[in-house]
């Protein structure tokens, strides 16, 4: 049984694609219309396509966001990139506020304190201490009512804040 749920589209990241996908093909027409007609276009087409496929992946799969309690596991990430704690093997969950300096920006990051963290706007984090020394973070909207629901399931020794750095 589900206890606390968030799914959301992640609109900051949806303009950043449609900008980077209007970059891509500009690029792509001044690559076109600047090399001789009389070379072969190919390789280059190809070696553009494949530099950009991985950005591009990245881009449409980082426009949906879901955090997900249940019974017996923590999941957070962006649909089909899911990280799943399972309940027993969190060590703490401290909630905090991130910026763009301290977040590294929007998507998949590495923090500065280890560990990744999945942030989709600046504002309000969990970071996930578990397993052997494994950490991650990820924003919350409502960081209220899932620092309740993961009490109730941890215990209130293992739920922490640290809203002194911003």
Do not use: C
Request: positive net charge; aromatic residues 12%; hydrophobic residues 45%.
């Amino acid at each position: 049984m589900v206890l606390y749920e968030e799914k959301y589209t992640v609109k900051t990241i949806v303009w950043v694609s449609i900008i980077a996908g209007l970059i891509i093909i500009a690029s792509s027409v001044a690559v076109w219309f600047s090399v001789p007609k009389t070379e072969e276009l190919w390789p280059i087409i190809l070696i553009n396509a494949l530099a950009v496929l991985p950005a591009i992946f990245l881009l449409s799969v980082m426009t949906r966001f879901m955090v997900k309690v249940d019974e017996k596991t923590l999941s957070f990430g962006y649909p089909p990139i899911i990280v799943r704690v399972p309940l027993e093997q969190i060590g703490s969950i401290t909630f905090t506020k991130v910026g763009f300096l301290s977040s590294g920006g929007i998507g998949i990051r590495f923090s500065s304190g280890g560990g990744w963290n999945y942030v989709t706007f600046w504002g309000d984090l969990a970071r996930v201490e578990w397993g052997n020394g494994r950490r991650h973070g990820f924003s919350v909207k409502n960081p209220d009512e899932i620092r309740r629901v993961l009490g109730k399931l941890l215990g209130k020794d293992k739920i922490f804040e640290d809203y002194s750095k911003k």
